[in-house]
């Protein structure tokens, strides 16, 4: 078992950044591989970025590329997701999951988080 706890989110305005940590406790943090979800108002659930159990692989939807950066401490049990010149489209609710692929298909993840809300402001 996997428990997930993420912070960071709040209001924000647009252009400016905010740093998403997702916190876990349990059995073989390091063996899983972390992605980050979102749910906008009204939309599906959406990927946004994943990362391999090291560290060293990392997979982005199109939107964010080059905004948002995924990364993990695995000595502190921890993924983030620092997210710069932020858009009102990344309005949503933000959740973090744990799986054994770094992959897209949130049906792939066995844990997630309850989420955190990043509102974007004009």
């Known amino acids: 078992q996997v428990q997930l706890v993420e912070s960071g989110g709040g209001l924000v305005q647009a252009g400016g950044s905010l740093r998403l940590s997702c916190a876990a406790s349990?059995?073989?943090?390091?063996?899983?591989?972390m992605g980050w979800f979102r749910r906008a108002p009204g939309k599906e659930r959406e990927f946004v970025a994943t990362?391999?159990?090291?560290?060293?692989?990392?997979y982005y939807t199109d939107s964010v590329k080059g905004r948002f950066t995924i990364s993990r401490d695995n000595a502190k049990n921890t993924v983030y997701l620092q997210m710069n010149s932020l858009k009102l489209e990344d309005t949503a609710i933000y959740y973090c999951?744990?799986?054994?692929?770094?992959?897209?298909?949130?049906?792939?993840?066995?844990?997630w988080g309850q989420g955190t809300q990043v509102t974007v402001s004009s």
């Open positions: 999951a744990a799986g054994p692929y770094e992959v897209i298909a949130g049906t792939m993840y066995d844990y």
């Open positions: 990362v391999s159990w090291s560290g060293l692989t990392t």
């Open positions: 349990g059995r073989s943090f390091s063996s899983y591989a």
